[in-house]
């Protein structure tokens, strides 16, 4: 979340559109009632009709999938009837950017595109440059190469009746709809857009919230009080684990992962350190080097010095994308032989799950470590196999549970909060640092003898058991104070003179040199001393900051160095005062020469540095130079759609990578023939995700015992279904039989001049736990985003008919 | 943190729930007669939910070293006492005689799991990950230094806490795995 969750009474306007934030995150609806006790209005833009549709003012349905129409008709509404905010589009935005002459854009594909590589030469993207290599600016926004007016151009395209025609929504709640909406673009008005896995389980998912995004830009709505685009994150610390890079493309803090174009330290920091020549840019990315070698010098201590390039070649280097889907893909093909999994269940929640199953009786072994015995640690007693066929060892490991265990998880706003020990954990049960702790010690022992190149697991630096204890209980107060960060000699970093030991204050005093260390340079700041007081995620502070907006600003710790709203110098215009003089983020104080509010992103005078500092241009990006599949975002139908796309002949996104084992295998996709009915996947508030915890649950377990699918009462007449009936549910990739719940809350829709159906699938259930029953996934498709890699389960085809035997 | 006794809630359970939405937590409630708080000696520590990423505030509370009773933290800025289905009834999770409570392993073409010791399954899994490292450890690929594994893979972590993200985060590279994902991506 740019903003944070109390942040969501301030707004006037609250767009729930990719999201069900009543149902999924039930607390958090606390702070859209107060936001409407203050007069706000909520909007609900769903394919379903659900608990956040009923407690909105409004609700316009929409076709799964089709995000980029419904809001890019918003974008022509909002430039149509003048709703946007023009001081800050133009000097907080690249609308007045110039583009190539070279830029051209044909029936749904950019200039640039190799149809064999299913992917864009980007370089007719790139801003027009004078001599000295800066973008050229047209701030009237005339120059018909400026972006707002290529931005106007393409989204003229995006008219009522062809948006209403695509998405399925009524013309008049549309309207509506952008109405309401665009209201938020006056200068003392703000919108916040609450989106979640709605929009990114897509085969366009990034440019779903891009389209967001570009709407809240021209709104002038990001950075301010009541504003943002709030990702409602759907696990309790999915955005720590995000932030210390459990995934393939990152190290921790966003820095890129080094690939195999990257020899030596120098042309890694030359690929991934951005230059700017506009002295008004921030370019905060600029520090690359030194988050980069204080991370080296975190995991490779005093074995990283300047004359090894800091250990840089113990880092592996990848040469292709290594994410979920090709992950599992390789492990069906018998190249990933070994798997280690904590908490995380794939049999359940991974797409095209029948094929996920496969892939785990292909490993040689597996290590899970759960809480319960998950359907993907018991992965070889499903339905349908015979154990004896399958030859993976596997080691089930009992781990601890939050309330077993001390440390800090940081939730959607980036608050990091600190969890304290309540009571042991029952029998052998051990908390995950535990276990990670143990395991590596026990993998240095047998290096200990040779291996293949033994270095980086010898010379990690490793050493968290608590002091003086026997056991080698690992203390996670060490672990926090590694990660902020410590000087590693004496040193002078901004006429300040720090001891060796010394906890670095903030990621501003960081290094290249290697005279710091910080294994995450975002959280340099949260543990900033010796003693455990000193660890500022555990503060417990009541007291509201003077703008008295909801900032808590001494309760825990936000990243990056407390700020509670990001881009805040874009709440204010270029003399520093407030669009919002009655709420305000920051304001310059002329008198004190200083901000006052939440901390401002950079101290600089107003007016100093553009905004949006993490841009080497300084600039909120209407126009994206780097995605793999476009500078704007436009209309393609998801994989499995039920119609032919009204917009261009570009059916489907050109630049999504499509998996097959070998070329000549049969389409993984099926046909409207077959497959008439769009399907959805989703969450309840009773249930959690894979379902390990709650299906476990006696309470939650009786509250949703059975697994469901809801359709709507045309659907289920036509197929002779009542409500409670079971029925078969298939897709191109398999078939599950769960109960019918027929309700008029699944709208269909008259597209091509027929009826489209829709189905909802709740997808937390599987063969383990108390509450069983057959898995959603076992019919999503996967194939994933253009730039995410994030799989299509909003968004598929399906067909259903009534079982053979109705439940008795 | 452990902090002192609270008032214990009337409201446990589907009061607090409902009154999530309506906002009026108590007020139903108060005329219910006054009852002995069971939990008067109860140990009471401050966490949080583990379910969604609100990050809402608990207080946890445990007899004899056992959790009675997770209730919302009345203080806590964001949910200021409630909790919603999930949040309340996380004590029967955490309780739970499906827990897991000692090691388990399956030989390969088993049909059955079997009790183990750490003592015996840290040396076996670490030896295992030696030799599946080692048989796939690539150092050059096409004249470049790689220095990587793609024969093993690491998967999990949006439930762990930061420190163990990140130590997790830290082995796994340390031991060339390129294939390090979570549900983050999905």
Redesign the interface.
């Known amino acids: 979340m740019t903003n944070h ?2 942040d969501m009474a301030n707004a006037d306007v609250v767009m729930v559109c990719g999201s069900n934030v ?1 149902e ?7 702070w859209l ?1 107060k936001a409407r006790e203050r007069g706000a209005v909520i909007l609900s833009v769903d394919p379903r009709y659900t608990r956040t549709s009923s ?1 909105a003012d409004h609700y316009c349905r929409l076709r799964s999938g089709t995000d980029i129409a419904f809001v890019g008709g918003m974008i022509r509404y909002a430039l149509e009837n003048n709703r946007i905010h023009s001081e800050y589009v133009t000097n907080y935005t690249n609308a007045s950017f110039i583009i190539s002459p070279d830029f051209e854009f044909h029936e749904g594909l950019f200039s640039g595109y190799d149809q064999e590589a299913r992917s864009y030469d980007k370089s007719s993207w790139a801003y027009e440059c004078d001599a000295s290599g800066a973008p050229l600016r047209d701030e009237t926004l005339a120059h018909e190469r400026c972006v707002f007016q290529l931005l106007k151009k393409h989204f003229d395209r995006y008219d009522l009746r062809t948006v209403c025609s695509i998405t399925g929504a009524p013309e008049d709640a549309y309207e509506k709809i952008c109405d309401l909406y665009t209201s938020s673009g006056q200068a003392d008005k703000a919108g916040t857009w609450l989106y979640a896995m709605g929009a990114t ?1 897509s085969t366009h998912g990034a440019q779903n919230i891009r389209t967001y995004a570009m709407l809240q830009l021209l709104l002038g709505n990001i950075g301010v009080v009541g504003g943002g685009v709030n990702a ?17 493309h990152i ?2 803090g966003y820095l890129k992962n080094p690939n ?2 990257d ?1 030596s330290l120098e042309q890694y920091l030359k690929r991934c350190t951005p230059v700017s020549n506009d002295p008004q840019s921030a370019n905060w990315w600029g520090n690359t080097p030194k988050y980069m070698v204080s991370l080296l010098k975190a ?1 490779f201590g005093e074995h990283a010095t300047p004359e090894n390039n800091f250990a840089f ?7 292709v994308n ?3 889907i090709p ?1 599992f893909e ?2 069906h093909k018998g ?10 269940n ?1 049999a359940v ?3 095209h799950a029948g094929r996920e199953r496969e892939a785990l009786s292909r490993l ?2 597996m ?1 899970a ?5 998950t359907e993907t640690a018991g992965f ?2 499903r339905p349908g196999v015979n ?13 601890a ?5 001390e ?7 980036r ?3 600190w ?6 954990p ?8 535990w276990v ?5 010690r ?2 240095r ?3 200990q003898a040779g ?3 033994p270095e ?2 010898i010379h ?1 630096h ?1 050493d ?1 058991a608590l002091e003086g204890d026997p056991h080698h209980e690992p203390d ?1 107060h060490k ?2 104070r ?2 902020n960060g410590y000087f590693t000699r004496k040193t002078t970093v901004k006429g300040k003179t720090f001891a060796k030991g010394d906890q670095v204050p903030s990621f501003a005093y960081l290094t290249d040199d290697g005279a710091t260390c910080s ?2 340079w975002l ?1 340099c700041n949260a543990y900033t001393g010796p003693e455990q007081s000193d660890n500022r995620m ?1 503060r ?1 502070g ?1 007291d509201d900051a003077p703008n008295n907006i ?1 900032l ?1 600003p001494e ?1 825990s710790w936000c990243w990056p160095v407390n700020r509670r709203i990001l881009y805040n110098r874009a709440s204010v215009d270029l003399e520093g005062r407030p669009w919002n003089p009655q709420r305000f983020v920051i304001r310059w104080n002329p008198v004190k020469s200083s901000w006052e509010g939440d901390v401002p992103d950079g101290g600089w005078p107003p007016g100093a540095k553009h905004p949006f500092i993490m841009q080497p241009d300084g600039h909120g990006q209407l126009w994206a130079r780097f995605l793999a599949d476009g500078p704007l975002p436009e209309h393609y139908e998801p994989f499995e759609s039920p119609i032919v796309n009204p917009m261009s002949r570009s059916q489907n996104n050109p630049a999504v990578k499509i998996w097959r084992e070998k070329p000549g295998d049969k389409s993984p996709f099926g046909d409207r023939e077959k497959f008439p009915i769009v399907a959805t996947t989703y969450r309840m ?5 894979g379902g390990a ?2 299906r ?5 377990a009786e ?1 949703v015992p059975n697994v469901f699918a809801e359709i709507g009462t045309g659907l289920a007449e036509e197929h002779g279904i009542s409500n409670g009936d079971k029925i078969i549910v298939e897709s191109a990739r398999g078939q599950i039989e769960v109960y019918a719940l027929v309700s008029s809350r699944i709208p269909s829709f008259k597209l091509e001049g027929r009826t489209v159906h829709q189905a909802g699938l709740v997808w937390h259930f599987g063969y383990q ?2 509450a069983k029953g057959d898995s959603a996934n076992m019919l999503t498709p996967n194939v994933g985003d253009a730039n ?4 299509e ?1 909003k968004a598929f085809l399906c067909q259903i008919k009534k079982a053979e035997r109705s439940p008795a | 943190m452990k902090i002192s006794r609270r008032g214990f809630f009337k409201t446990a359970g589907a009061g607090a729930a409902a009154g999530v939405l309506s906002g009026k937590a108590d007020k139903s409630l108060a005329a219910l007669p006054a009852r002995e708080d069971p939990f008067a000696n109860a140990v009471s520590t401050t966490s949080v939910c583990p379910f969604c990423a609100v990050g809402c505030g608990t207080v946890v509370k445990a007899l004899d070293g056992k959790v009675v009773q997770i209730e919302g933290d009345p203080e806590h800025p964001i949910n200021q006492g409630a909790l919603c289905s999930k949040g309340l009834a996380f004590s029967q999770t955490v309780n739970s005689p499906g827990r897991l409570q000692q090691v388990m392993y399956r030989a390969p073409g088993s049909d059955h799991w079997e009790e183990k010791s750490w003592e015996w399954a840290l040396p076996r899994m670490a030896a295992l990950i030696k030799k599946t490292r080692d048989a796939s450890f690539v150092q050059e690929k096409d004249g470049r230094t790689v220095n990587r594994t793609e024969g093993l893979a690491c998967l999990g972590g949006a439930a762990l806490d930061n420190e163990e993200c990140y130590l997790y985060a830290k082995l796994a590279r340390a031991l060339g795995v390129v294939y390090l994902e979570h549900q983050a991506r999905i």
């Open positions: 969750w109390i009543v999924n995150h039930p607390i958090a609806s606390r009632q407690f389980q409602l994150r759907g696990e309790s610390n999915v955005q720590g684990s995000t932030d210390m890079a459990l995934l393939f190290l921790p195999a174009s020899q995991w070649d113990w880092l592996p280097k990848h040469s290594n994410s979920y992950l390789a492990m190249d990933v032989q070994g798997l280690i999994l904590f908490g995380q794939p929640s991974g797409p040689k072994w290590i470590v759960d809480l319960f015995e070889w007693k154990a004896k066929d399958i030859d993976t060892e596997v080691f089930l490991l009992p781990a549970a939050s309330v077993e265990k440390g800090s998880i940081t939730n959607s706003g608050w990091a909060q969890r304290y020990k309540a009571v042991e029952p029998g052998e049960a051990r908390p995950d640092l990670l702790d143990s395991l590596c026990a993998v022992k047998e290096y291996g293949v190149f980086p697991i990690l490793w968290y996670p672990v926090a590694e990660v294994g995450n959280y555990a417990r009541k909801g808590f309760w508030t009773e249930h959690w995700l915890l709650t476990n649950t006696p309470w939650l509250l736990g108390i995410t890699m994030i799989p389960f």
